[in-house]
């Protein structure tokens, strides 16, 4: 005899243990924001505040589930602008994520759920529309979002630490930098940005003669007014659109999470 299940909202937790995987949502949003303690930009990522269970009061990933009527980005673009209010330029899917225990605590069975995570990388322009930060949205380090506050909720420690593997490795064959400045930048902007993301400091003279084999930075006629010093000159990318390819496929090097 066949056994009928409640749906998810009236199940009780051994009967959402068995119900079919339900489908979600989660993005990580990297921007390169200034760092009192680092005394340089470093790569940050907005959360949000869990306010039901599981994991209430712990800061989470932005996402939600996946409706029947919308595509997989849309969805994603949905819940960004929902929960933060960000409509980034740059948005490519990452990965999926569907561990059996990720969406319960540990002990305790919960109905499974597969997380599509999408990562934005946003400019500085994109950046300040969620500069002013709530009780239940905060922009976090992405290296050290979590730590002392019990952790981050479900899996998402491990999700950012993937995206900033993926970010690290992309870096050296992509021309990924560009997605975190303006229009025009300096070439110690430029580096900041390198450096953020690789987590280490770079020579800048070696760093200048390397960026004159990349065809895709021109010099402007422009500078950068303001300074004590000589004004630095402005750079503008020529590269491909400044937009995430739809698809982009890739060799993983490592085991997967």
Not at 5 to 20: D, H, I, K, Y
Not at 127 to 140: I, K, P, R
Not at 166 to 185: D, M
Not at 204 to 211: D, E, H, M, T
């Amino acid at each position: 005899m066949s056994t009928v299940f409640a749906g998810p909202f009236g199940a009780n937790v051994s009967e959402r243990a068995q119900l079919p995987p339900s489908l979600a949502i989660s993005t990580v949003i990297f921007a390169l924001k200034p760092d009192r303690a680092a005394g340089k930009p470093t790569l940050w990522l907005p959360l949000v505040r869990r306010v039901k269970e599981p994991f209430k009061g712990q800061w989470a990933l932005p996402g939600g589930p996946l409706t029947a009527v919308e595509s997989l980005e849309d969805a994603a673009r949905r819940n960004l602008r929902e929960t933060t209010g960000l409509a980034p330029e740059y948005l490519e899917q990452l990965y999926a994520f569907g561990g059996l225990d990720r969406a319960s605590r540990p002990g305790r069975s919960a109905q499974r759920v597969v997380s599509i995570v999408y990562w934005a990388l946003v400019r500085p322009t994109e950046a300040e529309l969620l500069a002013e930060e709530t009780e239940n949205v905060a922009w976090h380090r992405a290296d050290t979002a979590g730590e002392g506050e019990g952790g981050l909720a479900f899996d998402h420690r491990e999700i950012i630490d993937y995206a900033l593997w993926r970010l690290s490795n992309k870096l050296e064959y992509a021309q990924i930098a560009y997605h975190f400045l303006g229009e025009t930048f300096t070439l110690a902007e430029l580096r900041e940005v390198y450096e953020a993301v690789l987590g280490r400091q770079l020579d800048p003279a070696n760093f200048r003669r390397q960026l004159k084999s990349v065809p895709q930075i021109e010099a402007t006629d422009q500078f950068l007014e303001g300074g004590r010093h000589r004004p630095p000159r402005l750079y503008r990318y020529t590269g491909p659109a400044r937009t995430a390819p739809a698809f982009e496929p890739y060799r993983l090097t490592r085991s997967t999470p």
